[in-house]
């Protein structure tokens, strides 16, 4: 079944200013697999209804790039909702993992779930 985009909505607008999470996380809370991920990145990067696109990073924090939004005023942004930076890298302690996305949402986490690659 195909991820929808208000399931993607929904688990996005559980991260907080002064987080971040990752497109495999998004997609993992949603689907219990990462195979979702592209699909969340070309969502974000398409969709005016995406929430806060600025929290959703690639594997390891680092800002994916885009022909609408440049990496200096992703980060700025971050920055100004209180995620640390060390270089162009998120804060790995403000990372929010599907697990918790999940918590949030109200939802068990998926036992399945086999991710290889936390980010």
Avoid: C
Wanted: charged content about 30%; aromatic content about 6%; hydrophobic content about 35%.
């Amino acid at each position: 079944m195909p991820i929808q985009p208000e399931e993607v909505f929904r688990a996005v607008g559980l991260v907080r200013p002064g987080e971040w999470t990752t497109y495999g996380d998004v997609s993992t809370a949603v689907t219990g697999h990462r195979h979702g991920a592209r699909f969340v990145g070309n969502l974000a990067a398409t969709d005016d209804r995406f929430p806060n696109p600025a929290r959703v990073l690639r594997s390891g924090g680092t800002v994916a790039p885009s022909p609408v939004r440049s990496s200096e005023r992703v980060i700025a942004r971050l920055k100004r909702e209180g995620v640390r930076f060390r270089v162009s890298r998120a804060d790995p302690s403000q990372h929010v993992h599907w697990d918790e996305l999940q918590r949030r949402a109200g939802r068990r986490a998926v036992e399945d779930a086999r991710v290889s690659d936390p980010g």
